[in-house]
């Protein structure tokens, strides 16, 4: 089945430590996106890419990496410049980086840091 | 800039009684807007969408929204509330690409039985 995987679905990070949160699709979407959920909170953009090789910030970026030099892979690193790295993430694909077209997403990564 | 407002953090209703969850939007372009759902320590599932083909939009699992231009506003409901309809809600506006959305801070659904 065709769908949004990330991994791993619970992470626990050391402070001072940078994590690598994985997301995978095979849906052959040309543009995928990271947001940041708190509790109480909606989505907020971290980082977006429309096509390979290429990405933007989103709105909290800062603290955060990406890279995207497959289609289907998008990697997000939390670095240890982020202040208050704890919360679940969301990665999300839309078939085009046009307007209309609904964004798709994966089950999501639930950061601690301990 | 666009921006959502969704009224209400927490909603609740009985099972069988009318569901509203409301939004209201800003957008200095014609918006897209979208409902999205989402369960417990899961990720978000559309419900529907609003592109400009109609202005009363059907979704899934029984669940409809009329965009209202002239009110800003483009609320969710469900003639009869079910229990598996207790979730969170989001309400989210993009002028740009779907994926590149501003999220309302969401609607969390009780139904009592």
């Known amino acids: 089945d065709g769908g949004i995987t990330q991994s791993p679905k619970y992470l626990f990070r050391k402070e001072g430590q940078n994590v690598t949160l994985s997301c995978e699709q095979n849906?052959?979407?040309?543009?995928m996106y990271w947001y940041r959920q708190d509790p109480g909170q909606g989505l907020r953009l971290i980082y977006y890419s429309q096509i390979v090789n290429d990405f933007q910030k989103g709105d909290i970026a800062e603290g955060y990496s990406v890279s995207r030099e497959k289609k289907e892979s998008f990697p997000l690193t939390v670095t240890s410049a982020q202040k208050n790295p704890t919360a679940f993430y969301l990665c999300?694909?839309?078939?085009?980086?046009?307007?209309?077209?609904?964004?798709?997403f994966g089950q999501g990564t639930r950061l601690t840091v301990v | 800039a666009q921006s959502v407002t969704q009224l209400g953090s927490h909603v609740s209703v009985s099972e069988g009684a009318l569901v509203l969850l409301r939004c209201n939007y800003s957008s200095s372009v014609p918006p897209y807007l979208f409902w999205y759902v989402q369960y417990p320590n899961q990720g978000l599932q559309l419900l529907l969408k609003?592109?400009?083909?109609?202005?009363l939009v059907k979704g899934i699992n029984g669940f409809e929204a009329e965009f209202k231009k002239s009110e800003t506003s483009f609320h969710l409901t469900k003639p009869s509330a079910h229990m598996s309809d207790a979730a969170e809600y989001f309400c989210a506006v993009s002028e740009t690409n779907a994926g590149k959305s501003t999220f309302g801070d969401g609607t969390t659904l009780t139904v009592k039985p």
């Open positions: 609003y592109t400009s083909a109609a202005t």
């Open positions: 849906l052959n979407h040309d543009a």
């Open positions: 999300a694909s839309s078939i085009r980086p046009e307007v209309g077209t609904e964004a798709f």
